[in-house]
């Protein structure tokens, strides 16, 4: 399949990673590799942003966010973000 993120063909999803109509689009145009990136960004964002994903607030922001990173250019790390050393 062509992943929109990657800009290739890459890997599909095996199933919808979200519910619903996003959760479609997430798998007709969203790579595995993709949605891994994904996985990595939000958990980035949760912990540099002390959120809760189980509170209404912070769950919007995360699916704002995904929406961003995997179908715009737009996505950027969280304020302050400091890579980890290795």
Known sequence: MYCQKLKREAEALDKPPFPGELGQKIIENISKEAWGL??????MIINENRL???EPEARALLKAE???FLFTDDAQVP?????PVK
């Open 52 to 54: 809760t994903p189980f």
């Open 38 to 43: 994904w996985l990595n960004q939000q958990t």
């Open 66 to 68: 995904m929406e961003k």
């Open 79 to 83: 304020e302050g973000y400091v890579p």
